[in-house]
């Protein structure tokens, strides 16, 4: 059977973040062993009164069809950000009706919010003792409502295990995309962020959405020196043979790489390196030694340090985890 979603839709919800669990998991099919073109995800959204009419932040209700019960069903529930969340925003508590609703919910259910959404699963008492996120705008106001959760506003999401919160709007493909990463492997996720015309995974947190004042700006970039150190990952690149694509000096190509990237060239370019190791480890069957070489860090150790620094876990794992039989070679 399909992995159950329920999104519950709460007057005042947002339709883009309404919209986004239907976009990613119903469009997630399987592509390996237990049968091309199945469905992975079975979504359906429900509202916490009877079905009928549920108010938007638009100029339009939408239509739903299932009432709270359809939560009891679920595997995964996923809250939407709402602009009418009344106690829940302003006092950190649960209405009656929505308290009802979410009794329903079986022990062990995946609980995921996008955006604003995660004052109802803090109100509820899921995040208590964890970390989370939430729009960076909000931030502070929810550490005030709720001082138990550990509140992180830089990320884009928080996986938890069985709870995860995303942070503002397009996170929320970002934490979808995830979850069905996790669930089926690289090869799903990155087919159904094709489709949706999204990258697979973006680099960063919120903070580089934070309003900052715009510096003057400049007509020379670091474009072509990035595409050209993307193009030869395996090989050593020095600092100078990037600057030199530009036609800087060192030192204005460092500052300028860091006024457009965030980060230094030493910085990037290890990131980069770890994106190229985990999508050799996830779909092909080199060798560790392998990885390492074509992804730039020339040796297992190399590669074994930077990836237990940059996701927690050395590159063995790391495979085992992502290489599903949704991956593997039919």
């Not at 993307?230 to 050593?236: K, T, Y």
């Not at 030192?251 to 990237?261: A, H, K, P, Q």
């Amino acid at each position: 059977m399909p992995h159950r979603v329920v999104v519950l839709a709460l007057d005042g919800a947002l339709p883009f973040e309404l919209g986004i669990p239907q976009r990613i998991f119903g469009r997630s099919l399987g592509t390996g062993s237990g049968g091309p073109g199945r469905k992975l995800y079975d979504v359906v959204t429900c509202s916490i009164r009877p079905p009928g009419p549920v108010r938007t932040d638009a100029d339009f209700a939408v239509l739903v069809e299932h009432g709270p019960e359809a939560l009891a069903t679920a595997d995964t529930v996923v809250v939407p950000a709402s602009y009418e969340l009344g106690p829940v925003f302003e006092e950190g508590r649960l209405t009656e009706e929505l308290a009802a609703a979410l009794a329903l919910v079986r022990p062990g259910t995946r609980m995921v919010s996008i955006c604003t959404g995660s004052y109802v699963l803090a109100a509820a008492g899921y995040l208590d003792g964890r970390t989370a996120t939430t729009h960076w705008s909000s931030a502070d106001h929810f550490q005030r409502i709720f001082p138990q959760v550990r509140v992180d506003p830089d990320v884009l999401f928080i996986d938890d295990g069985d709870v995860l919160t995303s942070a503002g709007v397009a996170a929320g493909i970002d934490l979808c995309l995830h979850l069905v990463r996790r669930d089926h492997g690289a090869a799903v996720a990155n087919e159904i962020a094709r489709r949706t015309v999204v990258p697979p995974h973006r680099d960063g947190g919120q903070a580089q959405y934070i309003h900052r004042p715009i510096p003057e700006p400049q007509f020379a970039t670091t474009t072509a020196a990035r595409a050209w150190a993307l193009a030869r990952l395996d090989r050593p690149i020095l600092l100078r043979d990037m600057a030199e694509q530009e036609a800087m000096s060192v030192r204005t190509f460092t500052r300028r790489f860091r006024e457009e990237v965030g980060i230094s060239p030493g910085q990037w370019l290890t990131q980069q390196r770890v994106e190229r190791a985990r999508h050799l480890l996830e779909s092909t069957d080199l060798s560790i030694d392998q990885v390492a070489r074509d992804a730039g860090f020339g040796t297992a150790t190399s590669l074994r340090q930077h990836l237990q620094a940059a996701l927690g876990v050395p590159p063995t794992v790391y495979r085992r985890t992502f290489r599903s039989s949704a991956d593997a070679p039919t």
